[in-house]
């Protein structure tokens, strides 16, 4: 069952004059909250967790009747707008409620749940006024999916050309001395109001007018993308078995978890508009189809990569409201892609008769996690502080301003952190050392001497401009872990001073060795240590620190030019 393509029949006669003059007059009202909002010089006389709600309403509210208006005279169609209402008055609240001050509210957040939010809902409202029923078949949800994406870059499209022939208006004017003309279109809210104009009238006007069918369009486009996409994903786990089996080892930051994310949605996406439903079982040709059917279920590898790269930036950190997100994508991701897999293997060239009940589920649970989320049970913030404080006391996390930055960031939860913090006097000066100054920290403030160590001569430390790799001590700009201690590096009886410096993240340390010669400081060798993984890194570094080590003779002689 496809969504209607063609001219809904609600859209006739003096209703279709009807929902254009209100979704004109709403356009002009939405351009003058969003700009007056935006205005800095117009004080808005609302408390910070206000500050943003009359833009969040403009932004959402006429948006939404623009893809919904049919019948002014359905209850069902007000109803929906009232859902929108309290859904933006929930988002935004959440969203706001520990704000502080109007300096630190950011809408970005509330914008971008509402915007998902409102995508997956909408097609739901849109059936419910369409049948009566919240009921809904999954082929008319993912046409609707699927027009609701392409009316609304077309609307924009056209919102942007208005606003840009507008400004065109405005400069032409302009030469010919129509100043206050020229002034008048040129204003920024009179081209914000060109640009809703023009996205919100245009969207009425495909919706009544444009007959396509878009499902059978993106499908077509799907029958190259998915095999396309199910042949790099081949390559790349063959590439990636032969590499670990070859003893390459790969960082959290390499494997690239955000990259990962995206590969799995453009398949998700793709699967979805070459198969639909199910229902009209569509299959490439047996060789292309068993191909693609196998690389649906090696994403999983994809989708167990990006969650591995998560989970090792939590523990070389912490949680953050960020990681929280993606993890929260990866795992949502992950899921939709296990049971695809699953139905895969059980019903085999079937598989795709369950692929609407899979997906519905799938729709259903993502609304559900983003209110559970904007909510007391999925507080973001209060676990993304709990899990900071536990790092800061392991270690994890350096105390500077960037550490209270995050906290304050971090609503009540965190400034009572913070608070707790700044109630020992070297942690709360140490909270106010930037991590980012032009000022070098001296070298013999941040070198750690190993345990047992002499210390390192003073003239040593004279030198700090002349001595290799000090700037990745200390500069403000990286997080190097630097370690000094004497030995007698070449048995010449004398003891030499050994530099080592490691990003926590890497799976190296470097280290460089100085003697003495002539009344200053020569660099005779420089060692780096490779290793198999971050626990091994962890434990030699570790053993350096406590000034366990043993000196070996190197095995390479040293290549002098003749």
């Not at 050392?433 to 001296?442: N, T």
């Not at 009344?519 to 005779?524: A, G, S, Y």
Request: hydrophobic share 50%; net charge neutral.
């Amino acid at each position: 069952m496809e969504p209607q393509t063609q001219k809904e029949p609600n859209f006739m006669g003096s209703l279709n004059k009807l929902a254009y003059f209100i979704v004109i007059l709403l356009s002009v009202i939405q351009g003058i909250v969003i700009t007056a909002t935006l205005d800095y010089s117009i004080e808005i006389p609302l408390s910070p967790t206000w500050a943003y709600l009359p833009m969040m309403l403009a932004i959402f509210v006429p948006s939404v009747i623009s893809f919904l208006i049919t019948n002014a005279k359905q209850a069902v169609f007000y109803f929906n707008i009232i859902l929108t209402i309290v859904l933006v008055f929930w988002i935004n609240t959440w969203q706001s409620l520990d704000i502080g001050t109007s300096d630190n509210n950011d809408p970005f957040l509330s914008i971008t749940t509402l915007t998902v939010l409102i995508f997956f809902i909408l097609p739901w409202m849109q059936n419910r006024q369409a049948t009566g029923t919240w009921k809904a078949d999954y082929s008319c949800l993912v046409g609707h999916y699927f027009r609701n994406t392409l009316f609304g870059l077309f609307a924009c499209a056209i919102g942007g050309l208005l606003a840009l022939i507008v400004k065109q208006a405005s400069f032409l004017f302009g030469i010919v001395n129509l100043s206050t003309l020229s002034q008048f279109l040129g204003h920024y809210i009179v081209l914000w109001i060109a640009f809703l104009v023009g996205f919100n009238t245009s969207l009425l006007f495909l919706r009544s007018k444009l007959v396509m069918q878009l499902n059978n369009i993106a499908k077509y486009f799907s029958q190259f993308f998915l095999p396309l996409l199910s042949l790099i994903a081949v390559i790349f786990l063959a590439g990636l078995v032969v590499s670990i089996l070859t003893g390459v080892h790969y960082t959290a930051s390499e494997l690239g978890s955000g990259t990962m994310l995206c590969f799995v949605i453009l398949n998700i996406i793709f699967i979805n508009a070459l198969y639909g439903d199910g229902t009209t079982q569509f299959q490439f040709k047996p060789i292309i189809n068993g191909f693609v059917l196998i690389s649906i279920v090696l994403l999983n590898a994809f989708s167990a990569l990006s969650l591995y790269g998560i989970f090792v930036r939590v523990s070389q950190y912490s949680w953050s409201v960020s990681r929280l997100y993606a993890f929260t994508i990866a795992l949502f991701l992950a899921l939709i892609i296990l049971a695809y897999s699953i139905t895969i293997i059980v019903k085999q060239r079937r598989w795709a008769f369950s692929l609407g009940r899979i997906n519905k589920v799938a729709i259903l649970g993502l609304i559900a996690t983003i209110l559970v989320i904007n909510s007391p049970i999925g507080d973001f913030q209060r676990i993304a502080v709990n899990s900071i404080m536990a790092a800061v006391e392991k270690g994890k996390i350096k105390i500077n301003y960037d550490l209270s930055y995050d906290l304050e960031k971090l609503g009540v939860q965190g400034k009572e952190a913070l608070a707790k913090l700044e109630q020992d006097p070297d942690t709360k000066a140490q909270l106010k050392v930037g991590a980012y100054s032009d000022v070098p920290k001296p070298l013999k403030d941040v070198l750690i001497i190993a345990k047992g160590s002499q210390p390192l001569p003073q003239s040593w430390f004279d030198m700090e401009d002349g001595i290799r790799d000090a700037w990745n001590c200390t500069n403000y700009y990286s997080n190097y872990e630097c370690l000094g201690f004497m030995t007698d590096a070449n048995n010449d009886g004398t003891d030499d001073v050994v530099m080592c410096y490691s990003i926590p993240e890497s799976l190296d340390y470097e280290c460089t060795i100085w003697q003495s010669a002539d009344n200053t400081w020569k660099l005779v060798d420089t060692q780096r240590e490779v290793f198999d993984d971050m626990q091994f890194k962890k434990t030699a570094w570790d053993k350096l620190l406590n000034n366990q080590f043993m000196l070996k003779p190197k095995t390479w002689l040293q290549i002098v030019p003749e």
